[in-house]
């Protein structure tokens, strides 16, 4: 079935920048909503940000906004997410996640598929 597999994590600064990706395979992603959401020890599952296939919709959370930016490409079935002015509070594993658009789409539940996760550390 689908697969995606997340990389680009690392240990970086705070004030660093890192850029994730995930790829696609197995079957086409046209017409799915793609999303990144985060997960610290401890912690419940949180939205990171979301794209429609068309990029008509972008959506991210209030504690990203400014600083992180998802794009896709759709011919290489990707999506990426550009990390900037990092934090030591979005330590967390990124979780790429895909599904069909819902008014629910900040919620972990709402996806139908899941990466494995990369991990990203934000040193003091």
């Known amino acids: 079935q689908l697969q995606l597999v997340e990389s680009g994590g690392g240990l970086v600064q705070a004030g660093g920048s890192l850029r994730l990706s995930c790829a696609a395979s197995?079957?086409?992603?046209?017409?799915?909503?793609m999303a990144w959401f985060r997960q610290a020890p401890g912690k419940v599952r949180e939205f990171v940000a979301t794209i429609s296939w068309s990029n008509a919709r972008i959506y991210y959370a209030d504690s990203v906004k400014g600083r992180f930016i998802i794009s896709r490409d759709n011919a290489k079935e990707t999506v990426d997410l550009q990390m900037n002015s990092l934090k030591p509070e979005d330590t967390a594993v990124y979780y790429c996640?895909?599904?069909?658009?819902?008014?629910?789409?900040?919620?972990?539940?709402?996806?139908?598929?899941w990466g494995q996760g990369t991990q990203v550390i934000v040193s003091s």
């Open positions: 197995g079957r086409t992603v046209n017409s799915y909503f």
């Open positions: 996640a895909l599904g069909s658009y819902t008014v629910r789409y900040r919620n972990y539940d709402a996806y139908d598929y």
